[in-house]
């Protein structure tokens, strides 16, 4: 389906994506195809694009009705260090009930743990229904998500089915409003990147523990700091020359346990640039995005306030993205999160937080071979020196090094193998390194 | 089978219900689906199943310990928050409970042993060889859990607030990939240990029915019985039966040769927090060797199936394994299961699921301190249980007639008998089981059905509950 007004983002449409990059010998065809879905799936999942992956269902004028979905499975193995004995504050990877401890009760324990879980995306399901109001045209979607595996590794708990997207989307040559819950704009960009190139069908990072529920989160934390399904209302400019603006607002959130009010919405906003058109054997994409939020403990009011930016390129099979971000009171894996790495404590100041990383994506027929780095950085106030809080150790920098071969075996089954290694430094020179070794396959529909 | 025509319409419903289950039970090729959508080598379908059942409950509540000063260990038994929800007590003149044994008298309306589900799914092949089949179900009950809706009164409630909402269980989503060189399932779906025993409770038993209230409270503390919390119910689970449940995991299936077809699998491992054991590190293994034999009016399936999983403890690992075997047998309009487990910590209710009468709650060791002395600490020395259950049904026209029984017996370990005067620890859980199971067409099943479970632990205390259950199951 095509609307007169384009895409936020090029990249993201698979015709665009890969008429330029793919070879559209007979022989590759299928595997075209594939990526194409792909890239359409990334879309509906990641940053609420048309998902052009999907099947239609019943096509009754004036509506159709479509799905699509997802399931997959993956064998991990996390080994390294279990968390250091000290009072950290944010980052590394909880290990108290996994780890084997030290003889040394003071002493930092070893962990090896295999999980059989989710990936970067879980299970997903999604329905959608579209119909066409005068020259615009009008859509629905949702989207359920649930992972594999149930809290705390119990056998017999339910999996709590996450009402994750449910949105409205209205498209016409004067631009695209969305409403609902969907996928906001800070910092979206990185987070495609991430996505595309990196771990959309693998696992990367499994979070601040290994024995959770996911979604596991790929890059997300090491240079990546996420977006995040909100509820909120968005309008996208149409494309003019190739540059688009994106302005929304959100749902407030609360820093729990340090800035517990928030008063006013949230807004956000993006600007995206993209050159190249779906046959061209370059392509780029622009974007710089940012987020400011007022929030309140009892008579005290501070801000969180964050930027971010970066770019795509396709440039054949070879492609490249890179973004950063940085600003006060960030969180270290999703936006606005709230944690212990933001503040000291109730009412006191954020600190600032940034981070920047990189994906590179070679295409090697049915192959894609991804590799990245990224680093997230916590730095300390004045505050953090004082010398009644020389025990509090607060994390300085998570460095993720990752690599993944992804094989499609045809448009709707896709093998992967990836591995990262996760760094954590807190300031006192406490440090946690754990390796991450996955693998599994993705069905998508 | 009676082929006359006034019975055709049930000959067409039973085979829809069976297949029905199987597609629930064991990710299946669930024949009862609806296609939606077509294309030349792709469908996609619909399947599912809403019901409601009246369900009252009646008999004793918990037991009062036997022993001065002794306690009765967590685990079994109905109604076990602190303190109790739904027990009655009888009090003397100044308000105060008599220290005897309460009763439980509540009605309910509820889900039964399944509730509403929704699956979607699809289907696509890749030449003749391969085909590759997506599904995904919601499962979702009908009263809301324990904090929310008309059940006891919300301190947290907001003014005006909207709270007693369900929440859906994504309780299936796996990829199948088959041909003629066997199949590969991925996913969440149902394990391989205790399937044979759930399928039989399922198919002969409880599939459009109620059964017991062996109920998910919390991740934090056992399923037991309960007349509280949401959810399914668990039909004769618990009762001889050890449940399969679903579960993150991969398998690999063998073409049938002359009926035998082997089945092996990993799963992600399970915690045993409760029991002592709170770490894992290498995924369960499980198998399953089935046999299956079909003709005319004739069908016999057979199953042994296994699983072990290893706990680590310090720098070793303590084991948890059980083993499983049993049979269906149809001959025309009776149908007979039979089948039992044993193992070492296997499960109480489901398999290998945590619950803290899985392990001795009074044995100690003694181990390194780290500083050069020694101390001792709770060994949580690991306990045998076993089950069996029989069932049978007889199918008269539309109408299927079903009975059961089965028992689970959780053995002592050595400290548990050196110290019984302190702690009393679960012997046993057993029920009798009867149904009745209108099929007025495909799609609409009328359900009565009674169970009574009794439980027992080793100093003599006991407990028994009674549940008549009666409702409709709307199935597509």
Redesign the interface.
Known sequence: MECSAARPNELLHPIERFASVRSIKSKTARWIRAVSALAALAGGLVATRHAAAE????KSDPWEVY?S?????F?GLAVGQGMPKAQLRGGGVESA?????S???NAQGKL???????GFV??V?S?GVRRKMGESTLRAQLS???????????????????FREGYLEADGAWGTFTAGRFGSLFSRGITETDFMYGHGYGVGFWGGTV?QPGPAAGLIGFGVLANSFSPGMMYTTPKLGGVRLALGIFDPVSMAGSWDGSRTARPEAELTYDLGSPDSFFKLHLYANGAYQKVYQGPLDSTVRGVGGGFRTEIGHFHLGAGGHTGKGLGLYYALEGSAADTLGQGLPFRTADGYSIFAQYVLGAVDLNASFGQSRIHLLDLDLQPDRADLHPIQTQTGISAGVVYHL?E??HLDLDYLRAQFRWYGGYKQDLNYFNT?????? | MNRNPKTRRWLKSSVALTALTAGLLASNHASAEVVIAKGETWDAYISGRVGAFASYAFGEGRPLPKLAGSTIEPGGGVDNDDPTNDTIYEYDAAGMPLPKQGKLRKLRVRSGYYPNILTLGAHKTFGPNLKLTAQVSLWGTIEPDFAKGSLPPNPQRANGGRENSVQADFREGFMRAEGTWGEVNGGRFMGLFGRGLTEIDALYGHGYGVGFPMLRRSYSVPVTGDLRYQGPTGGMTGFGVLGATYAAGVTYDTPSVSGVKLSLGIFDPATYIGAGYGRTSTPRGEAELSYKLQRDGLLVRLFGSGGFQSLPVRSSSESIWGASAGGRFEFGPVHVGLGGFLGRAPGINYAFDDNPALASSTSTRVVPDGAGGMIMEMSHDLRNTRGFVGMVQVVLGPVDINAGAGQTVVLQADSDKANAAKVSTLKSQTAVTAAVVYHMNESFHLDLDFINGAYKWYNGESESLNMLNGGVTVTF
């Open positions: 099947v239609t269902l019943v799905t979905g997802r399931v997959n499975v064998f009930l996994d780890e084997e401890p003889t040394d009760p090896f743990k295999m999980r059989v879980h989710s879980p299970n399901l329905v359920v998500w649930g992972t594999l595996e149930t809290l705390s590794q119990r056998k017999f708990e339910a999996v709590a089915a996450d024995g045809n709707s089954f599994g396959a993705t069905l998508t529909w």
